[in-house]
């Protein structure tokens, strides 16, 4: 069929639409000097990009310049030049690909899942595809193209991609995957203030983007990603149940409440553990696919640092279960032999563990180094002096606006061991009150230190009783092991510790410790909890400065034979050293 020709050029001939957006159109056409098929760009704005681009003060030169002069061409990212025709009508040229990456999920859900039988060395061998058709090698070289292409784009664009989804990745004819309409989405999600303009692709995006005054991040497009994984593992993206649930004009407002945590009911970090604990996901992704789902993975660079370790480590369990499974075929006729040999060998250490287990065991708790005393030894059999400037009363903390990503739920369990430990030693009784303050205060203390150090380590809620991937003391041991941390990092003396300082470290970590001494020139919790920037805004909110004095308050109450006043120890003490001596 001939349609009207959208430019006037004697070396392109158009012949067809291949695809169309909010920004522009895409046509199949023929370069006559190389005899190649190509795609061509034409911007042809809808109303609604047009009222985009007038409230940016954009025009169509300024989009097509952002799409088309990068400053490098990269293996992942479709390559594009900017040509103009013989009026001066700007469009972009880019490689034709008949392929991407939607085209073959179609092609996949027709055949739906398969059982394939391959013939190797070892002999027959029958595998299985995932629900969404895929094999599992098929899934981590698509997966691998897709991260190394982020890296690329994150890491040479500086950009964020912004609508990361099936329709934009195309295939080459090696099956490698890149990545397409890299300007225009990008600056429509960039510049766009209505949450519904820059939807983009709804089973994609990132639902802390669904707030009116969101932008899209780089974290976002590892979301993608990581709901693009749980395509080709389980056959559904990884929110599209509850994007479903939801009227088209719904989505943003339900999403919003998901990752907030408003509505009452499942909440987002929960979701993203349920869906990635599917059968159909091997366990190596497991914990990749929940990250990218939450936001921990920051930019392309690191996602494709861990999807190629996780890739690496499922290999290596592969080829341990085949090579095990290999050893077991031909041991069958040596099995009475191993029977033997083994039982003589089981024989063995069980005799060695049954000495062991008479044996008297070693006492730890008569140590006498800091780690020990906080520890192990009980708290009416220890020495250890937590040292403070001054007295500390509750004060009013503000409620925060959520818990996200953390969540009520981790507190309380957190609060549950703590309840049954913080009377056996002084980090447990410490632990137990920066998480039970947090919890009255609804405060989340998922600071950098305790983030980056929990990460692996996260629990779940499923509708109706409490399911855990992992013990629900977890998150309060992870706690008490800052505390012994900080607790030695910062020891004054023999059996003193500054506690002050301690408790900062543990909950906002030693590097904005630092920082905030270094704005305040001083080491004096009064001073450096009242800093402030360079640009003369508090480095501590009110409702830091709040909830750390309610916690050292509670905690003095908690201990009140260790925790004592740096003026009276100053005078009583043994060796005559203070906090102050140990930080001159």
């Not at 070396?11 to 000097?33: F, K, M, P």
């Not at 964020?160 to 099956?175: F, Q, R, V």
């Not at 592969?318 to 040999?341: D, E, P």
């Not at 030693?510 to 001494?517: E, F, K, S, T």
Request: proline share 5%.
């Amino acid at each position: 069929m001939t349609i009207k020709q959208p430019i006037e050029s004697s070396r392109y001939t158009v012949h067809e639409i291949s695809g169309r957006g909010c920004w522009g159109t895409v046509y199949q056409a023929t370069d006559n000097l190389t005899k190649r098929t190509v795609a061509i760009k034409v911007l042809e704005p809808t109303e609604l990009a047009q009222v985009q681009m007038q409230h940016r003060r954009l025009n169509e030169q300024d989009i097509l310049l952002k799409e088309a002069l990068w400053p490098a061409p990269l293996r992942h990212v479709v390559p594009r030049t900017l040509e103009q025709d013989d009026n001066g009508k700007k469009f972009i040229v880019m490689p034709f690909y008949s392929k991407f990456l939607s085209d073959l999920f179609e092609e996949k859900e027709k055949l739906g899942p398969q059982k394939i039988s391959r013939i190797t060395d070892e002999g027959k061998t029958t595998m299985y595809t995932t629900p969404a058709g895929f094999m599992i090698d098929e899934i981590i070289t698509i997966g691998k193209d897709i991260a190394e292409g982020l890296e690329e784009i994150h890491t040479t664009y500086r950009v964020a991609h912004c609508d990361i989804k099936p329709d934009n990745l195309a295939l080459d004819e090696h099956g490698r995957v890149l990545f397409a309409d890299m300007g225009t989405s990008t600056i429509a999600s960039r510049y766009s203030e209505d949450p519904r303009d820059n939807m983009g692709f709804c089973y994609t995006r990132a639902p802390w983007l669904s707030a009116k005054e969101a932008h899209p991040t780089r974290d976002a497009d590892t979301f993608a990603f990581g709901s693009l994984l749980c395509k080709m593992f389980t056959g559904k993206y990884a929110l599209q149940e509850e994007i479903d649930a939801c009227r088209p004009e719904e989505v943003c407002k339900s999403l919003n409440r998901i990752w907030r945590n408003a509505s009452g009911e499942e909440s987002h970090y929960a979701i993203t553990r349920r869906k990635t604990e599917n059968q159909n996901i091997p366990t190596e992704f497991r914990t990749f696919i929940t990250d990218c789902l939450n936001g921990n993975i920051r930019d392309g660079k690191e996602g494709r640092q861990l999807f190629e370790q996780a890739a690496k480590k499922y290999e290596e369990n592969r080829t341990l279960q085949a090579a095990i499974a290999s050893f077991a075929r031909s041991a069958g006729r040596k099995i009475g032999i191993a029977f033997v040999a083994g039982a003589a060998l089981s024989a063995a250490v069980l005799s060695a563990q049954w000495v062991r287990f008479y044996s008297p065991p070693p006492d730890f708790s008569q140590r006498a180094d800091l780690e020990t005393m906080v520890e192990v030894r009980r708290i009416d059999n220890n020495d250890v002096i937590l040292l403070t400037e001054n007295e500390y009363r509750p004060v009013t903390i503000s409620q925060t606006a959520g818990l996200s990503p953390f969540g009520k739920d981790v507190l309380e369990f957190a609060m549950q061991k703590g309840e049954k430990e913080k009377r056996n030693n002084v980090a447990s009784a410490i632990a137990h009150e920066i998480v039970s303050t947090a919890l009255a205060a609804q405060t989340d203390i998922s600071y950098p230190d305790v983030h980056r150090r929990w990460r692996g380590l996260t629990i779940f809620t499923s509708p109706g009783s409490p399911q855990f991937n992992a013990a629900p003391g977890y998150f309060f041991d992870h706690i008490k092991t800052l505390t012994v941390n900080a607790l030695g990092v910062h020891q004054t003396g023999t059996n003193t510790c500054d506690l002050e300082d301690a408790v900062v470290s543990v909950v906002h970590g030693n590097h904005r410790l630092q920082q905030a001494q270094k704005y305040a020139n001083s080491g004096n919790f009064g001073q450096y909890i009242n800093a402030c920037r360079p640009d003369g805004k508090p480095f501590f909110t009110d409702h830091d400065k709040a909830y750390l004095r309610t916690t050292l308050h509670n905690i003095s109450r908690a201990l009140p034979g260790q925790v004592r006043l740096e003026s009276d120890w100053k005078q009583s003490a043994p060796d005559g050293t203070t906090r102050a001596d140990a930080k001159r």
